[in-house]
């Protein structure tokens, strides 16, 4: 349990240290959402329809035993962000800590499964 902590901390400071850096590196545009904000409406689209069928899909694998499939999602809906912002708003590089997220996500992703699968 301790290293998994371990691992996780590390990924909350490397973000707080990647962000800035990254921001001032390439001269990032600050998010105009609270949290996220779709990028256009094919974005906002595509994010529903991603989540309609995941939902129903992450219940039926659930209630079979495949636990896996809400990580599945997240990578899904990550990936759509970072190509939608990489696409549309190129101009803005707010894809840069998208991916960047997006990479600590998948880190922390192994790390969770690594030690729940240990132990």
Do not use: C, D
């Amino acid at each position: 349990m301790t290293g998994f902590i371990l691992v996780m901390s590390v990924i909350v400071i490397y973000l707080f240290i990647s962000e800035p850096w990254l921001k001032k590196r390439y001269s990032v545009q600050k998010h105009s959402g609270i949290l996220f904000k779709p990028i256009n409406k094919t974005h906002l689209k595509a994010e529903f329809i991603l989540l309609v069928i995941a939902l129903p899909v992450i219940g039926f694998l659930a209630g079979i035993g495949f636990t896996p499939a809400i990580m599945i999602f997240f990578v899904l809906l990550y990936g759509l962000r970072v190509v939608m912002e990489w696409k549309y708003a190129k101009e803005k590089k707010q894809y840069i800590l998208t991916l960047n997220g997006f990479v600590a996500f998948i880190v922390a992703l192994a790390a969770a499964t690594i030690f729940y699968f240990q132990g």
